[in-house]
């Protein structure tokens, strides 16, 4: 079993920056690999993902240029630098394992204008 633990979320103005972090654990080791997010009343929508080693990247057009996700320390652990954060950004974040198999409960970011 993985467990997923995202941290890192809040409420903010339009313009601001979070970073948010999801860390892995359980009895079975996995790499964190993506995030999406989940705006009230609406869909799960992708955001970003990373491969283990961190060079295949892909971002959903919605945050090019604004997000930047990495590895973090442990590798397993990945984080996501948002900028200029925008009311259409105000979601819950969900972080992903084991080709979405397993999920975060996810951390809240608000965001105002």
């Known amino acids: 079993q993985v467990q997923l633990e995202e941290s890192g979320g809040g409420h903010v103005q339009a313009g601001a920056s979070l970073r948010l972090s999801c860390r892995p654990s359980g009895s079975m080791f996995s790499y964190a690999e993506a995030w999406f997010r989940q705006a009230p009343g609406k869909g799960r929508e992708f955001v970003a993902s990373?491969?283990?080693?961190?060079?295949?990247?892909n971002y959903a057009d919605s945050v090019k240029g604004r997000f930047t996700i990495s590895r973090g320390s442990p590798q397993n652990t990945i984080d996501l630098q948002m900028t200029n954060l925008q009311p259409d950004d105000t979601a819950v974040y969900l972080c992903?394992?084991?080709?979405?198999?397993?999920w975060g409960q996810g951390t809240q970011v608000t965001v105002s204008s």
């Open positions: 990373i491969n283990w080693n961190g060079d295949l990247i």
């Open positions: 992903s394992a084991k080709g979405n198999t397993y």
